[in-house]
């Protein structure tokens, strides 16, 4: 489950985005090298940007919400628990901020149960109870809050998966879901060039990693 | 054509104004510089992240009244008003003291939670511990500073008797904490550790909102609103339980019905008591939380039970005479607590306990029948003035009603006694850094029955030595009312005093730990008497002390998979009080106590094996056939437990367990007979443990929409 969970999001490069004004340009830029940056030196760099923009514009919900992903993948990046347990503290901090302006949203949902998800690792033993169940929570209330989403259908085929190879048998539906969140990113429309659209490659791949092993076995 | 250039100049520059550029250094107060820091103009996207000398510049075309802001993680965020033109700045943050980074008081306690970060026990080891037979005080009787004591089950603490540890779930007291046994059998607590995501061990010194325990406290926190409904059943070798969780949008309700009956066990497996009537126990637990608000949780969690069971016991002197023994029980338990936030900085807790016992024991004619009626209420506000320095005042009144009726062939006896301690306390905590932390505490006590006042300080103090080393030191004084006999026969009997004095090294690494800790333990205002039933005989000049070192390492990550902890703690302790004849090492008391505790989970067999060995130094008794006051000395105690447990499937789980694997036969102390044969000798018998061997076999079951649950965490 450990290496499973330690599957880090890839590089993801998000669509070009076109600048039609200071926030989208300051987006534009931003976005993708908080998915690129390779040093924690380099993401914190983007993350205090993210969080200039988002304090500056006041009632933008992206800023924060590639904010806390910047957190998640710093958090990833550090080795001890207390460290890792810091950032993912500040990723829930600041999915907090983006849900003041905009409460119950599919996305927000899923990056939080994104962050359970990434607790468990610290400690499976003790933390897998209590996280599995919190991550499960938040990844259904996403796909209930927008049934569309395809993120929201990837990260709790990859919550499935965890847990029945914890458990060591079969892959808990996994494929099931991870096939619905594919049909979902193939038919993806972002509402707009800012607004979340990874995922599809990281989503290929799991689906190359469980699904085939599956049919293998 | 001044208009175009005026015109590029605005696509260039993307603001009419003139450009400044910001720069200086960010540092701690100490002068080491800060890497990563946010330095931004308040308002704009203007600004840059400090770099490996603290450094930062930007440019900034915002020309009016700016502000600076400066914002990391664990710091104070500074806002400077900058000028026009300024020089290249310093500025100085200054650390934030948070749970995160802040020293912690460790002398005397050991905490255990599921976020775990700094502890050195999980919830979960209560459970996975071989031996504890998933008892809280079980498990903890593997940690140092703890005395093997077997034939009760209970927490000997540092040369304390078992009633010196008293238990608190949500802050309340619990009264009658253990499920009752037959005589010289261990009792188990009747608190399933299932229900609690957090717990703090004291072995001394703890905080003055707590009282009423010479000894020790043990701090229960019960579990938040769950996340699943759910449904477990298990069918045991001793008995079934079932349960069920259903959560809703603000609160959740579970309920659990248990059913033991040891008939078919005793059946299969030899004993060495003869049982008329094996222990059987009904239970039912009921609990509804709430969340009232966003930071508001109230809690309501009852606990009913009925236990009984009979059994023969030889006469000492003639052991073809055997004497029918009864012991029942019925139990209830009610606890409501709530807790809440106001504002920033203040938060408020309050609760409500009550509680029923009845315990009814009878030995051939003579029966004794004792009823409690305990009901505890208490409200602690908290104030945190700053990171630095918070406050928690409180106050709470804990009552008990005892009647006994003692009854033989003559007739019976009635005796009782109301007690209302009245307390408050108050404490406070100051941080000179997130290095050097201070808690000073008072507690005072008023009881109706003495009308006596006692006001106990407690002072703690902690240092960082390292970025994973510290030490702490604590004092305090601690009260308790003498036991239950003894205020039955003399209500007006003063409180018995302790005063601690320990000090503690704690060095926690990344999946490793060591503790060392010292400690001197004074007693005064105990109890003496010459006979127990004759109160114009008592006094309170007894007195004693209790000194040791206690050691502790665990380990999860030299061995993959394999968790160990290794646990030694060294006594030496003496007392003058009941009816001794002058100081001496009490019964219960073992100058050396050492414990291995090692788990390991196999993947390919999925499934987790736990061993637990158990060392104890023999312990004295009275031998009534030889010269002097407790000159006779038990052999040592050891026990070997193993358990395993295997995951079938994400809903099965199978449980087994063997305690005192090698069968060892276990001397606690000896009984003799009241009065001396023809020889003029008495009749003596060993206390031992009922079987050689426990075994347990389980099967937990789960079913739930979330097909990633199951009981694994609960055994």
Known sequence: MRKNLLIIIGVLCASAVFANGPFEKAMGKNIPAMFT???????????NQLNRIGEAEGDRWEPYYYAAFGYIRLSDMHEGGEDKDKYMDLALETIAKADLIKPEDSELEALRGYVHMMRIVVDPATRGMKYSGMAFASFQKAVALDPENPRAHYLLGRMQFGTAQFMGNGDGGACETLARAKELFASEKPESPI?????????????????????SE | ???????????????????????????????????????????????????????????????DSLILVASFIGFHEVNLPLSKDSEPLLIRMREKVSELNAVVITAGAFHASEEGKREVLKPLDIVTTAGATADVPGALN???????????????????????????????????????????????????????????????????????????ALILQSKDLPDNNRTDISLMSVGADISTTRTFEKSS?????????????????????????????????????????????????TNASRSDMELYEADIANPETVLPVKVQNDYAHFNASYKELMGDKWGIRAGASFTKSDDL??????????????FHTKIVTDYQHSDRIAFLAGAEVIQREVDQVL??????????????????????????????????????????????????????????????????????????????QIILSQPSTQAEKASHYIANYQWLGEGQSFRIEAYEKRYDQLVKYDQLFDPSTYSSIGNGYARGVDLFWRDNKTFDNTDYWVSYSYLDTEREFRDFPGAFTPTFASSHNFSFVVKKFIDEIKSQFGLTYSFASGRTYNDLN???????????????????????????????????????????????ADTPNENGMYASRAITSPARRFIFLGVFITLSKNKGINQLPNL
């Not at chain 2, 238990?167 to 299932?194: C, K, Q």
């Not at chain 2, 009921?286 to 309501?300: D, E, I, Q």
């Not at chain 2, 024991?361 to 305990?374: I, P, V, Y």
């Open chain 2, 626 to 672: 030889a010269e002097g006051f407790l000159t006779g000395r038990t052999p040592a105690y050891h026990d070997l437990s193993f358990n395993i447990s295997y995951l079938y499937n994400n809903q099965v789980i199978v449980h087994a367990m063997v305690n005192n694997v090698l069968g060892i036969n276990n001397i606690y102390g000896y009984q003799f």
């Open chain 2, 407 to 484: 009854e033989d062939e003559t007739g019976s006896f009635a005796q009782g006694f109301k007690e209302r301690v009245s307390a408050s306390f108050f404490e406070s905590e100051w941080f000179a850094s997130s290095s050097l932390g201070f808690k000073a505490g008072v507690r005072a006590e008023h009881n109706n029955l003495t009308s006596g006042e006692t006001v106990a300080p407690r002072i703690s103090a902690a240092y960082k030595t390292g970025a994973k080393s510290q030490v702490s030191i604590a004092f305090g004084q601690f009260y308790q009312t003498p036991q239950t």
């Open chain 2, 142 to 216: 593997t940690l140092p500073g703890t005395q093997t004591v077997g034939e009760t089950g209970r927490l000997f603490v540092r040369g304390g008797d078992g009633r010196e540890t008293k238990t608190f779930i949500d802050g309340m007291l619990v009264h009658n904490e253990y499920s009752p046994s037959a005589p010289n059998t261990p009792g188990r607590s009747r608190f399933s550790p299932f229900m609690f995501k957090g717990m703090s061990f004291s072995t001394g010194g703890y905080s003055a909102e707590y009282g009423q325990a010479l000894s020790s």
């Open chain 2, 1 to 63: 054509m001044r208009y175009a250039i005026y015109l590029i100049t605005l696509l260039l520059a993307g603001s009419p104004f003139a450009q400044q550029t910001i720069s200086g250094r960010v540092t701690e107060k100490s002068g080491e510089p800060l890497l990563g820091v946010n330095v931004y103009v308040k308002g704009t996207y203007d600004g840059a992240t400090t770099d490996i000398n603290g450094s930062f510049s930007f440019t900034t075309y915002e020309e």
């Open chain 2, 253 to 301: 309700f579970a309920g659990k019905v248990q059913y033991t009956n040891l008939t078919p066990y005793f059946e299969l497996v030899d004993q060495n008591l003869r049982w008329d009537k094996a222990p059987e126990e009904y239970n039912a637990n009921l609990a509804y939380r709430v969340k009232t608000s966003k930071t508001g949780m109230l809690k309501f969690y």
């Open chain 1, 195 to 215: 607004a979340p659209s990874w995922g599809n490659k990281t989503n290929e791949e799991a689906i190359a990693y469980i699904c085939k092993k599956e049919e």
């Open chain 2, 361 to 374: 024991a009878s030995l051939s004619n003579d029966s004794r029948d004792q009823e409690l009626t305990g």
């Open chain 1, 37 to 47: 940056a390779e040093t924690s030196e380099a993401l914190q760099n983007v993350i």
